[in-house]
C-alpha cells in the first residue's frame, strides 16, 4: 500500500541550530505533501503544501523563513525548522493526499512524526 | 479553521465498554473522516463517511453523520485495552487539505 516514511522519530538540538525532517513517499510518487505540526495533548493544524517543482504554501501564521519546506522530488519532502527555539519543540507529522495505486484508491497517509526538542 | 469542537476531550473506559466521541465542524462537507493516533505516533485512518451517508460500520467501529447539525460521532463497540488512543475527526477543505478536530483521548482499563 502507500507508505510514508517520515525520518528521524526523535531529534533533540540545540537553541540556534537547525533541523531538517525528512518525508518520503516509498511506493507511489507525492507531487504533494502536506506539514502538519502538534502541540501536546491537542491538535494537529496545517501549516504549509509542498510541492514539487514549485514553491511551498503556507498557511497563515507559519513563517516562511524559520520553516523551509522543499519538495526535491516527487518521492521526497523536506522540512527544515531554522535556528531552532525552544519554542519550536513539538511533534511534526507529513501527510500525503488520497493515490491510485494499482487501481486502488488510498486515503491520506502519514508519517510517523518527528518529537522536536529545542533545548 | 473549518473544524469546531471535539466532546469529550478525554474518556476513561472499562474494557469491553463501548465508547462514544462526538465532533462538529462548521461548513459544508464532501466527506468527514475519523483518524486514530497512539501516543506519540502518526495517525491511522478509521473511517470515511460521505455527506450522502448517514451511517457506516467498520468491524467494531460505527460512525454516524448528521449534515442537519454538522456533527458526527464515532462508536467503538467492545472496547479493548489497544484502543487506547486519542481519535481525531477530520474534514477536507481547499486542494485536499484536512481540518482536524480538538481529539478525545481514550483510555480502556483492563
Known amino acids: 500500500g502507500a507508505v510514508v516514511s517520515q525520518h528521524p522519530s526523535r531529534v533533540i538540538c540545540k537553541s540556534g541550530t537547525s533541523v531538517k525532517i525528512e518525508c518520503r513517499s516509498l511506493?507511489?510518487?507525492?507531487?504533494?505533501m502536506f506539514w502538519y505540526r502538534q502541540f501536546p495533548k491537542k491538535s494537529l493544524m496545517l501549516m504549509a503544501t509542498?510541492?514539487?517543482?514549485?514553491?511551498?504554501?503556507?498557511e497563515q501564521g507559519v513563517e516562511k523563513d524559520k520553516f523551509l519546506i522543499n519538495h526535491a522530488s516527487l518521492t521526497l519532502s523536506t522540512l527544515t525548522v531554522t535556528s531552532a527555539h525552544p519554542e519550536d519543540s513539538s511533534f511534526y507529522i507529513c501527510?500525503?493526499?488520497?493515490?491510485?495505486?494499482?487501481?486502488?484508491?488510498?486515503?491520506?497517509?502519514f508519517g510517523s512524526g518527528t518529537r522536536l526538542t529545542v533545548v | 479553521s473549518q473544524q469546531g469542537e471535539e466532546d469529550p476531550q478525554a474518556l476513561s473506559i472499562q474494557e469491553g465498554e463501548n465508547a462514544t466521541m462526538n465532533c462538529s465542524y462548521k461548513?459544508?462537507?464532501?466527506?468527514l473522516q475519523w483518524y486514530r493516533q497512539n501516543s506519540g505516533r502518526g495517525l491511522v485512518h478509521l473511517i470515511l463517511?460521505?455527506?450522502?451517508?448517514r451511517e457506516k460500520h467498520s468491524g467494531r467501529l460505527r460512525v454516524t453523520l448528521d449534515t442537519s447539525k454538522k456533527s458526527s460521532s464515532l462508536l467503538i463497540t467492545a472496547s479493548r485495552a489497544a484502543d487506547t488512543a486519542s481519535y481525531f475527526c477530520?474534514?477536507?477543505?481547499?486542494?485536499?487539505?484536512?481540518?482536524f478536530g480538538a481529539g478525545t483521548t481514550v483510555t480502556v482499563r483492563a
Open positions: 501527510s500525503a493526499p488520497p493515490v491510485l495505486l494499482d487501481a486502488y484508491l488510498y486515503g491520506y497517509t
Open positions: 511506493d507511489f510518487q507525492a507531487t504533494t
Open positions: 509542498s510541492n514539487e517543482g514549485s514553491k511551498a504554501t503556507y
Open positions: 461548513t459544508s462537507i464532501n466527506n
Open positions: 463517511i460521505r455527506s450522502n451517508e
Open positions: 477530520a474534514t477536507e477543505w481547499n486542494d485536499y487539505k484536512l481540518s
